[in-house]
C-alpha cells in the first residue's frame, strides 16, 4: 500500500515562491502518473500538475502554465511541485496523488478540455498554502 506525505507549505506574498514535496512510502514506477491538486475553502478539489514519465507527459492547468513545475525523481520516490509568481487565487490545501484508482478509495478523475488526464485513487494528507499582499 503506498502512502502520500506532502510538505513545503506556507504562508507567502504576492508574487513569491514555494517549493512542494510529497515523499512515498512505497515505489514510483515510471507506469504511475502523479499529480499535484488543490482546493480552496468552498470550492472543488482541481488539478493543477500531472506527470506521467511513461510515456513521458507532464499537464498543466491553464491557471498555472508558466509559473508552475512540476518534477519526479523515481529513485528518491518523491514529487516536487515548484510554484512561482503566486497570486491569491492559489491559496488552498495541496494533495498529492497517484494512480490507480483503487476499490473503496477517493478516486477522482482529473479531466482538462473535456480528456482524461489521470484517474487517481491514492491521496497524502495535504498541506496549506496562505498567499497575503
Known amino acids: 500500500q503506498v502512502q502520500l506525505v506532502e510538505s513545503g507549505g506556507g504562508s507567502v506574498q504576492v508574487g513569491g515562491s514555494l517549493r512542494l514535496s510529497c515523499a512515498a512510502s512505497?515505489?514510483?514506477?515510471?507506469?504511475?502518473?502523479m499529480g499535484w491538486f488543490r482546493q480552496a475553502p468552498g470550492k472543488e478539489r482541481e488539478g493543477v500538475a500531472a506527470?506521467?514519465?511513461?510515456?513521458?507527459?507532464?499537464t498543466y492547468a491553464d491557471s498555472v502554465k508558466g509559473r508552475f513545475t512540476i518534477s519526479l525523481d523515481t529513485a528518491a520516490k518523491t514529487v516536487w511541485l515548484q510554484m512561482s509568481g503566486l497570486t491569491p487565487e492559489d491559496a488552498g490545501t495541496y494533495y498529492c496523488?497517484?494512480?490507480?484508482?483503487?476499490?473503496?478509495?477517493?478516486?477522482?478523475?482529473?479531466?482538462?478540455?473535456?480528456?482524461?488526464?489521470?484517474?487517481?485513487?491514492?491521496w497524502g494528507q495535504g498541506t496549506q498554502v496562505t498567499v497575503s499582499s
Open positions: 512505497g515505489d514510483i514506477e515510471r507506469t504511475n502518473c
Open positions: 506527470i506521467w514519465p511513461d510515456p513521458n507527459e507532464i
Open positions: 496523488a497517484s494512480d490507480p484508482p483503487r476499490p473503496g478509495a477517493e478516486n477522482f478523475a482529473w479531466t482538462l478540455h473535456g480528456k482524461i488526464v489521470c484517474p487517481y485513487g491514492t
